[in-house]
């Protein structure tokens, strides 16, 4: 757990430094996926009435780079401005494929200070019921962290 207080330090000192750019982000959600052994984080923005990605691990793009913000896992976090953890995706009518291979996925939704949704943090696995709290714990922290850059 301490790397994991390592990287959320980290993160925040960039963030006070205002030192995140698009390389920063895509380096972030990196570490992100790389703390808790994820297969795919991304970092998706909300302009216009869609979510577009902004950032995302590894060298192949999501089938949805772009979806409306009323579709999907995404559309019920941003609709809720909750937290949505779902143990086997497969069995969630909400469920918008990313990869034909995710089985788990959390989406987390990042609110500026007034508490608006600007964006969504979203870590997948392969395996089903592959999250629990602690993901939960880290993953909401570094939503909280990445709201000021996204705003």
Not at 53 to 61: E, L, M, N, S
Not at 94 to 123: H, M, Q, W
Request: hydrophobic share 40%; net charge negative.
């Amino acid at each position: 757990m301490e790397k994991h207080r390592e990287l959320l330090q980290e993160l925040g000192t960039m963030v006070v430094t205002n030192s995140i750019g698009p390389e920063e982000l895509k380096q972030v959600v990196e570490k992100i996926r790389a703390a808790r052994g994820y297969r795919w984080v991304g970092l998706y923005t909300i302009s216009r009435g869609e979510f577009i990605i902004c950032a995302a691990t590894g060298t192949q793009p999501p089938t949805y780079p772009r979806f409306p913000v009323t579709q999907g896992l995404a559309g019920a976090a941003l609709e809720s401005k909750e937290t949505i953890m779902v143990p086997d995706v497969q069995h969630d009518p909400r469920y918008l494929p990313t990869f034909c291979n995710t089985r788990s996925e959390v989406i987390v939704p990042i609110c500026n200070d007034a508490e608006k949704v600007v964006g969504i943090l979203d870590a997948e696995s392969e395996k089903a019921h592959a999250f629990n709290e602690k993901d939960l714990e880290f993953l909401e922290a570094a939503a909280s962290l990445l709201a000021h850059p996204l705003s």
